[in-house]
C-alpha cells in the first residue's frame, strides 16, 4: 500500500514521523524540566520558609536583647530594636502561615506558635513597664523568675521542629529533583537517538521509494513523450491534410454561396413572375366572371325566346283552328254550292242564271278551300319551322346551359387557378426568403471555415510546437532520470535513442 | 319575297275572273260541259254524274238499323226525308272503312244516299273527257271514266246502285223486310 503512495504523501509521511518524533522528545523533555523546575521551586520554597522561621527567631532574639539592655541600663535607646522587631514578627508570621498553607503540620505548629509568641511579646512588655515603673530591682526579680526563658525555650522547641519538617521536605525534594533531571536527560539521549534512527530510517525508504516511483514516472514519461512525439507527427500530417481539405471546403462553399446566390436570384424572378401571374389570374377570373354573367343574360335571352316561339307555336294552332273553321266554311260553301248547281240544273231554264250564280259561288269556295290549304301549307310550315326553332332553340339554351355549367367550372378552375397561383406566390416568397436565409447561412459557413482553416494553421504550427515540447520533454526525462538512478540511466538510454529516431 | 308576289298574283287572278263572272254574258259555253263529282272510295278516285245527284252533304249523323244488307249504315234525314244510306265502298267491293263522312243523296224515286270517305272537288270538264260506258268491267255500277288534269276517274253509274239495292232488297221479300 505505501508503494502507492503519492510522492508528496511520502514526504509528509517521513516529514510527520520526524515531527512527531521531534514532538514526543520535546515534551517528554518540557515535562521533565517542568518536574525539575517544579522540584527545584519546591525546594527553594523550602529555604524561604527555613529563612523565615530564623528570621522569626532573629526578631525574637533582637526583641529580647533590646529589653534587656533597657533593663540593664534604663537607657530607652536600647528599646528602639524592640520597637522594630515588633511588626515584623508580626509580619513573618504571617509569611510562614501563608508559605506553609498547604502543610498542616506546620499550621499546626504555627497554631501552637502564636501564642507563645504573644506571651512572650507580654512578658517582653511588662518586663519593660516594670523597668520603667518600678526600677532594676523588682525587673530583676521578675526575669529570675523564669517565664521568659521558658516561653523562649518552648518557642526554640517549636520552631526547631519545624525546621525539622522543613528540612526532611527538603531532603525529600532534593532527591526528585535530581530524579527529574535524571529522566529528563534519559528522555532527551534516547529521544534523540530514537529519533535520529527514525529520521534516518524513513529518509532511507523514502528515498528509495521516491527514487524506484520516480524512476518508473520518468520512464513512463520517456515513454509517453515518445508516444507525444509519434503522435504529434501524425497530428502534424493530419493538420497539413486538414488544412488542404479546408481549403478545399472553402472552394467548395465559395461556389456553393455563388449558387446560392443565383438561386435567389431566380427565386425573386420567380417570386415576380408569380405575382404578375396572380394578377392575370385574378383579371382572368373577373372576365371569367363577366363571360358568366354574358352567358347568364344569353340563357335569359333564349328562355325569352323559347317563350316567344312556344307562344307563336300556340298562336299557329290557333291559326290553325281558325283555319279549320274557315276550310269548314268554304267546304259547306262548296256543298251549298254545289247542291244549288244541283237544284238550279233541276229548275231548268229559270235555274240557269242561279246556276251561273252558284257556280261562281263554288269557284270562290274551291279557291277559297285551295287557298284555305295553302294557309294549312303555310301554317304546317310555319309550325315546323316554329317545332324546329323550339327544338333548335332549346338545344340552344341546353348547349348554353351546359356551356354556362362548364363556364362555371372554368371560373372556378380560374378561382382555384388564382387562389393556387396565391399559393404558388406565397410559396415562391418564402423559397426567396429561404434561398437567402441560406446565403446569409452559407456566408456564414464560409467565414466559419476560414476561421476553421485558419485554426487548421495554427493547429499545424501548435503541433510543431508540441512535437519540439516532446522532444524536449524526452531530454528532459532522461534528465530527471539521470538525477534520480544512475544506475538506470545507462540502462534507458536506448529507449531514448529509440525516442530520438522516433 | 316572292310568295308575297305569288298570293298578290293570285289575289288579282281571283278579283279578275270575279269581276269577268258579272262580265259574261248568261249560258254560251257552259252548257257543252258536264258536271261530276270526285270523290275518293277507299282511296281510290271515282266520278259521280251530278246529275245523277240529288244533293251532296257531310258530317252528318247516322241512325244505326237492322238490315240484311251489311252495306247499310243507318238511317239520315234530308230535308224531313228519312232516308237510308249504303256504304259505297262496301257496295264497290272494299271492305268496312273506318271514316265516310260524304253523303251523295241519289236522284231516286225512292229516297237513298250513299256514303264515302272523301270528296276532292267539283268538276267540270268538256264530253270529249268523259268516255264511253265500260262493259267489259264486268260491274254496271262503275261504267266509263272521266279525264281531268290527266287522272282517270271511274265513273259510278248510281241508278244502276240503286237499282242493284232494289233488286237485293226485292229478292230478300217483304217478310224479310220487316
Partial sequence: ?502 | MSSSTSIEQKLSILRQDFDQSFARAAGGAEQAELDFLAIRVAGDPYAIRLSEVQSLHADRKLVAAPSLLPELLGLSGFRSILTPVYDLAQLLGYGPQQTARWLVVAQSASPIAFAFGDFDSHLRVSPGRVSAPETEHGNAVVGGAVQNDGITLPLLHLPSLVEAIAQRIKAFGPSQER
Fill in chain 1, 1 to 502: 500500500m505505501a508503494i502507492n503512495w503519492t510522492f508528496g504523501r511520502k514526504l509528509v509521511f517521513g516529514f510527520g514521523i520526524a515531527v512527531l518524533t521531534l514532538l514526543v522528545i520535546g515534551v517528554s523533555g518540557y515535562r521533565s524540566a517542568e518536574r525539575v523546575i517544579e522540584s527545584d521551586r519546591w525546594v527553594s520554597h523550602t529555604h524561604e520558609v527555613r529563612t523565615k522561621m530564623a528570621d522569626l527567631m532573629s526578631f525574637l532574639k533582637d526583641a529580647e536583647t533590646a529589653a534587656r539592655g533597657f533593663v540593664i541600663t534604663g537607657d530607652e535607646a536600647f528599646l528602639e530594636p524592640y520597637r522594630a522587631a515588633l511588626p515584623e514578627l508580626t509580619k513573618v508570621t504571617a509569611d510562614l502561615r501563608g508559605l506553609t498553607v498547604d502543610n498542616d503540620a506546620q499550621q499546626r505548629r504555627l497554631a501552637a506558635l502564636q501564642p507563645l509568641l504573644d506571651s512572650k511579646l507580654a512578658v517582653l512588655k511588662r518586663t519593660i513597664e516594670l523597668r520603667r515603673t518600678q526600677g532594676f530591682e523588682p525587673t530583676y526579680k521578675f526575669v529570675a523568675a523564669g517565664e521568659g526563658r521558658e516561653l523562649m525555650t518552648e518557642i526554640r522547641q517549636l520552631v526547631g521542629r519545624m525546621d525539622d519538617e522543613e528540612s526532611t521536605l527538603l531532603k525529600r525534594r532534593h532527591v526528585e529533583a535530581e530524579l527529574s533531571a535524571e529522566n529528563t536527560k534519559t528522555v532527551i539521549l534516547w529521544g534523540s537517538l530514537f529519533g535520529v534512527a527514525l529520521v534516518a530510517g524513513g529518509g532511507a525508504l523514502i528515498s528509495r521509494s521516491l527514487a524506484t516511483q520516480i524512476g518508473a514516472a520518468v520512464h513512463h514519461i520517456q515513454s509517453s513523450s515518445a508516444e507525444l512525439q509519434s503522435a504529434a507527427n501524425q497530428q502534424a500530417s493530419g493538420a497539413k491534410e486538414q488544412s488542404s481539405a479546408m481549403n478545399e471546403i472553402s472552394t467548395t462553399i465559395s461556389e456553393l454561396l455563388a449558387t446560392s446566390r443565383q438561386i435567389a436570384e431566380s427565386a425573386r424572378r420567380v417570386s415576380e413572375i408569380a405575382e404578375q401571374t396572380a394578377t392575370a389570374a385574378k383579371t382572368g377570373d373577373l372576365t371569367v366572371e363577366k363571360g358568366r354573367e354574358s352567358i347568364n343574360g344569353i340563357r335569359r335571352q333564349v328562355d325569352v325566346i323559347v317563350h316567344h316561339m312556344l307562344d307563336l307555336g300556340k298562336k299557329s294552332q290557333q291559326i290553325g283552328s281558325v283555319l279549320e273553321i274557315v276550310s269548314e266554311l268554304a267546304e259547306q260553301t262548296n256543298i251549298l254550292a254545289i247542291n244549288a248547281t244541283i237544284e238550279a240544273a233541276g229548275a231548268g231554264e229559270a235555274g240557269r242564271r242561279f246556276g251561273v250564280v252558284a257556280d261562281e259561288i263554288r269557284k270562290l269556295a274551291d279557291r277559297v278551300g285551295g287557298s284555305t290549304k295553302e294557309i294549312r301549307g303555310l301554317i304546317d310550315d310555319v309550325r315546323s319551322a316554329v317545332n324546329t326553332t323550339v327544338m333548335t332553340t332549346e338545344t340552344g339554351s341546353k348547349a348554353v346551359e351546359a356551356g354556362a355549367e362548364q363556364f362555371g367550372r372554368v371560373a372556378a378552375a380560374f378561382s382555384q387557378i388564382s387562389g393556387q397561383v396565391s399559393t404558388t406566390t406565397e410559396a415562391a416568397r418564402e423559397i426567396e426568403l429561404s434561398t437567402k436565409q441560406q446565403s446569409t447561412a452559407v456566408e456564414q459557413v464560409n467565414v466559419a471555415i476560414t476561421n476553421v482553416s485558419q485554426a487548421t494553421k495554427e493547429a499545424e504550427i501548435s503541433t510543431g510546437q508540441t512535437l519540439r515540447t516532446a522532444v524536449e520533454l524526452s531530454h528532459l526525462s532522461r534528465e530527471l532520470l539521470r538525477l534520480v538512478q544512475p544506475q538506470l540511466e545507462s540502462a534507458a538510454r536506448p529507449g531514448t535513442s529509440d525516442s530520438k529516431r522516433n
